[in-house]
């Protein structure tokens, strides 16, 4: 499945360019880009993550699985589906960016609370911050972080800015991975 993954990745989510042309949420140019969300949201691309990820999860006591919106949503929801089809359901959630602004103006969605047990995922792991906002939000809302997965790690520090905060990060597919399939493709 992790093969098939990072075909898919390749041929749907992976841009290339000579030259730095990709801006990165964090303003600096790139070579290259992973537009993920033409995995995430691809039929296949839910079906490999939810397994892959739910298979990496499987061992721990788990109520939630979530992080920040748009990235970790189509993931967080593939897990939660593939949880329900195994025989152990684990709820989506999301990490709002900014408070609901009417009703309970929560930064929390989903059916999670106080005192559960959750991994936070992402979709790419650059230099962290998402997924450090996502972490500390999760935190603020009591939840229990048991683990942190990135679908992409893009080796750029992203893993080691998150492990200085006490968390584990597991990434499913690394830049590495992706280029080796980018060099020998002709």
């Known amino acids: 499945m992790k093969k098939r993954l ?12 000579t030259e730095p042309v990709f801006r990165l949420v964090s303003g600096r140019m790139s070579n290259y880009y992973f537009n993920c969300k033409a995995v995430t949201l691809h039929p296949e691309g839910m079906y490999l993550i939810g397994n892959l990820i739910f298979d990496l999860i499987s061992d721990f006591e788990v109520d939630g699985i979530g992080g920040l919106t748009l990235g970790a949503d189509p993931i967080a929801n593939a897990v939660a589906y593939t949880s329900y089809l195994k025989g152990r359901p684990i709820e989506a959630f999301v990490v709002r960016k900014t408070p609901k602004s009417h009703g309970t103006m929560q930064w929390i969605e989903g059916n999670v609370k106080a005192g559960d047990r959750v991994v936070i995922i992402d979709d790419v ?11 500390n939000r999760t935190k603020d809302a009591g939840l229990e972080i048991v683990k942190v997965i ?26 590495e991975e992706v280029m080796e399939l980018y060099r020998f493709t002709p």
Do not use: C, H, P
């Not at 990072?6 to 360019?17: G, H, P, R, T």
């Not at 792991?125 to 972490?135: D, F, V």
């Not at 790690?153 to 597919?173: F, M, N, P, T």
């Open 6 to 17: 990072i075909e898919l990745i390749y041929e749907k989510a992976f841009n290339y360019s």
């Open 125 to 135: 792991i650059t230099t962290g911050k998402s997924t450090i906002e996502a972490i």
């Open 150 to 175: 990135a679908l992409i790690d893009r080796q750029e520090g992203g893993k080691e800015a998150v492990e200085a905060l006490g968390y584990k990060l597991e990434s499913i597919v690394t830049r």
